[in-house]
């Protein structure tokens, strides 16, 4: 069985400073990796997604990942974070063969002005 | 991409009674989900949501509580049957282009956020 582990339940950063959301991954075989955002009162949007192709992944409004099989870990970053990037933070698992999402508890992220 | 749409967006309810949610896909799509989340909480997959036949429940879910319809490509829906306030939840369904393997992108819905009193 797969699973994530979202490492950070809160995060708090200072507009225009890097954000760093960390996740780390269980799974038997190769997974595939996904990270979605959800604004409040909002449904969730795909940030980016790894699926065995370059390990490193670029994605929506300036989010990247770097898959690391060596650390089992997906890291989400951004040099610099904006106001709008206040929202909850999903790191999800699924294997290469199944079509179930496994989602991480999630990271909240605060920006201050 | 497609879009995806839900209605009710929210709902306040009495408990011991019903609700249906309906989730529309405005392009045929291969696979459907119907998705829990609790205040506070990740999101759970209740079901998968087949076409032409009865829905694959995850454990702890059964039919009798959460039936689903899908009676074409584009629409389901999910009903929430003798609802108590530990139902209050968002309920969110999403879909997928490929063919159910692993890295097929799922898109969400905008959810459903019910309360129950």
């Known amino acids: 069985a797969q699973s994530v582990t979202q490492l950070d339940s809160h995060v708090s950063v200072s507009e225009g400073t890097p954000v760093l959301l960390r996740c780390n991954y269980s799974s038997s075989y190769s997974p595939s990796l996904f990270w979605y955002v959800q604004h409040p009162n909002k449904g969730l949007q795909l940030l980016l997604k790894y699926t065995s192709a370059a390990t490193l992944v670029k994605g929506i409004n300036g989010f990247e990942a770097e898959f690391k099989k060596s650390e089992t870990s997906f890291h989400l970053t951004k040099p610099s974070a904006h106001m709008s990037d206040a929202a909850e933070y999903f790191c999800?698992?699924?294997?290469?063969?199944?079509?179930?999402?496994?989602f991480g508890a999630g990271t909240t992220v605060t920006v201050r002005a | 991409s497609a879009v995806i749409s839900q209605k009710p967006s929210r709902d306040i309810c009495q408990r011991g009674t019903s609700l249906t949610i309906q989730c529309q896909v405005d392009?045929?799509?291969?696979?459907m989900f119907w998705y829990r989340q609790q205040p506070g909480q990740s999101l759970t997959l209740i079901a998968t949501?087949?076409?032409?036949?009865?829905?694959?429940?995850e454990s702890g879910f059964v039919i009798d509580k959460f039936p689903i319809s899908r009676p074409n490509l584009t629409f389901s829906t999910l009903t929430v049957s003798n609802m108590s306030p530990e139902d209050s939840s968002i309920y969110l369904c999403s879909f997928s282009l490929g063919s159910g393997t692993g890295g097929d992108t799922q898109y969400f819905g905008p959810g459903t956020r019910l309360t129950v009193l």
């Open positions: 999800v698992v699924t294997l290469f063969n199944d079509y179930k999402l496994s």
């Open positions: 949501a087949n076409q032409g036949s009865e829905a694959t429940y």
């Open positions: 392009s045929q799509v291969t696979m």
